[in-house]
């Protein structure tokens, strides 16, 4: 994965196949003590004790259609790569926090690539489904809650298209807003 909205995806999808209802992605940019971190939450059926230390493990998957989950393996080593790190908790049946930690200045810190675009995938994937996205860089945040925007469509889903290039278009001018570290 060659950038975080793509560890961010593939997390999502993790979420979304745990049935968790609620997403909540934080990225928090501090360079001036060189911290750049991504927290994703989820309140789906969460992770066994006894598993969490195999999903970091990238010959482990759950899933049946193949035989590896390199996602979270990648990740943790994409922050590790930095002088970072990474963490994996979980409760069964409260959800799971993943939380990677990495240099800001690093040169082996993936950019953030296509986050817009990858949140407002998430956001459409299911209407059963709310996600919170929250970027916070110094002394600004920009914080992006699909609850809001459903309750201002009024039953139209997120997954119109017209919709979803609004999604897109209003995260990416309030990214640039706020001067986050693409």
Known sequence: MKDLSQHILDIANNSIRAGATLIQISITEKP?????????????CGIPKDKIEEVCDPFYTSRTTRKVGLGIPLLKL????????????????????VKAVFKHKSVDRPAIGDIS????IVAAT????????????QSNEYI??????????????????KVMRFIDEMISENLESINYTK
């Open 144 to 161: 992006f809650d699909s609850r809001t925007i459903k309750a201002e469509l009024d039953g139209i889903l997120l997954s119109n298209p």
């Open 126 to 137: 299911d209407p059963k489904i709310d996600l919170v996205y929250i970027h916070t860089n």
């Open 32 to 44: 001036e003590k060189d911290l750049y971190t991504l927290i994703i939450e989820d309140n789906g």
């Open 117 to 120: 675009g990858t949140l407002s």
């Open 78 to 97: 994409n922050a590790e790569r930095t002088g970072g790190w990474f963490s994996l908790t979980s409760e069964e049946g409260k959800g799971t926090t």
